[in-house]
């Protein structure tokens, strides 16, 4: 008898497109989609299918006939086994070109809506060492790279400092050089792997619980400042303090050190107590003359530049006057409720982390912003007809909601109170459609702009001016 999900291999397929989660798109014999991880559009490939579905099949490129005139080198040696840049391989002009694709299809497929003219992608000028945080995650269990394998290393030491393998939670791939953090990113989690390996400071090892060293987070501003947070599994002063001074005196560049104690399963530090071991408990960032400090639980943009040209975007289709009531949904450390406050009569914005609504509310004192006002709590529970009669009818709504986007009871109430303007700034176009065809009866969209903020990935924002009908 057959097996049901039997391996094929389908021989010299045309790569046709590129398609949701940076998969590629090839039409199988039978006219079956293919969806592929490691080919590029143009490829001509034999394909290895790994999954068979009742309507696609899911599978790998196995060998290359033809390869495509929009791939490029990847820079980096761990392309391919790192899941961090999927789309290194392929030239950045087209990575822009998919993105937008994937926007226009997003809006007007799933989304059903009627769209302006579109601008086209802003891209990014750095398409590498553009992010500003990092977190490498320790392991004494390191991924085996096929090199490895195949040359028969002898291997006394497991140790890793690096990001997990695709889909794998207690498998992790070290990391020599990311080109996704500028300099001393490399340096600090290098030397700091080695000085704890030489000093036998365990590693973390998932599966069994166990290991001192759990993460370690680099942060870089666009100030300059830096801040190093080391996460540890339990309390062993004797090694933490060993630890911390070494990279205090290596890297006196570090303006925040800090660690965390975590003995739980999972290393989110949102409900741990952060404790600054050395210099502040925050690092700067600067924005056209505004600071923002940003802590070390505190979302920010982690591509500071390409945040500020969002911002500008996000302002611009806002068209304020200075007469505007504006609430900024979703506003994290209220940086686009600053942003735009000089430009509006008074600004709302509404988040759910304490810690950011507290950064918020300090960053607009420092920054002498006295028409900015911070509330925390969550979106669907906050934002409700009281809220509105206590704060009053907004003219503009910015909402920058998390990738699931908004939750309908939010965007029922934004119906209801049915603001002039909607900004709607989203990092996942297809749950922004969703939204938007909620918003259909009222709204109609008149801007569209997509921004890249992570190149050589499949990731795209986007900015979509709503009015009133
Ligand atoms: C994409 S970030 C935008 C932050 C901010 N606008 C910025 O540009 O830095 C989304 C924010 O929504 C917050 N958030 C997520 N779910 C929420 C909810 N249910 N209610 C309120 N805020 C929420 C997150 O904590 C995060 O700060």
Known sequence: MARKNRRQIFEHIEVIDAGAKGKSIAKAPDGKVVFLTNAVPG???????????????????????????????????????????????????????????????N??????????????????????FYRNKMEFSFSDSRWLTLEEIQNNQEIDNRNALGFHMPGMWDKILDIEHCHLQEDPSNAIRNEV????????????????????????????????????????????????????????????????????????GNDTIYDQEVVCYKGKAYIEEEMEGLRFRVNAKSFYQTNSKQA???????????????????????????????????????????????????????NAQRNKIDNAEFYVGDMKKVFTSDFIDQHGQPEVVITDPPRDGMHKDV?????????????????????????????DRDYKVTKVQPVDMFPQTYHVENVVLLEKR
């Open 43 to 105: 490829d001509v490939v034999n394909i290895q299918t790994t999954k068979k579905r009742k309507a696609y099949y899911e599978g790998i490129a196995t060998q290359f006939h033809t390869y495509s005139d929009k791939r490029t080198t990847p820079k980096c040696k761990h392309f391919g086994t790192c899941g961090g840049c999927k789309w290194q391989f392929m030239d950045y002009q087209h990575q822009l070109a998919y993105k937008q694709n994937e926007v226009v299809n």
């Open 107 to 128: 809006l007007t497929r799933l989304g059903k809506i009627e769209l302006p003219e579109i601008t086209p992608i802003l891209g990014s000028k750095d398409q590498y």
């Open 193 to 264: 792997k080695a000085f704890a390996t030489k000093h036998q400071i365990p590693f973390y090892n998932a599966r069994k619980q166990e290991g001192l060293l759990r993460t370690l987070m680099i942060r870089i501003a666009s100030t300059g400042e830096i801040m190093v947070l080391v996460q540890f599994f339990y309390d062993d002063a004797e090694k933490r303090t060993l630890l911390m001074d070494f990279i205090a005196d290596r890297f006196p560049e570090v303006t925040s050190l800090q660690y965390v104690i975590n003995p739980k």
């Open 308 to 362: 500020y040209e969002l911002y500008k975007i996000t302002r611009e289709f806002a068209g304020l006057t200075g007469e505007e009531l504006v609430y900024d949904l979703y506003t994290g450390t209220g940086t686009i409720a600053q942003f735009v406050a000089k430009n509006a009569k008074k600004v709302i914005g509404v988040e759910a982390v304490p810690e950011a609504i507290e950064d918020a509310k300090e």
């Open 411 to 439: 965007v029922a109430q934004l119906l209801q109170i049915s603001p002039q303007k909607i900004v709607y700034v989203s990092c996942n176009s297809a749950t922004q459609a969703r939204d938007l065809a909620l918003l």
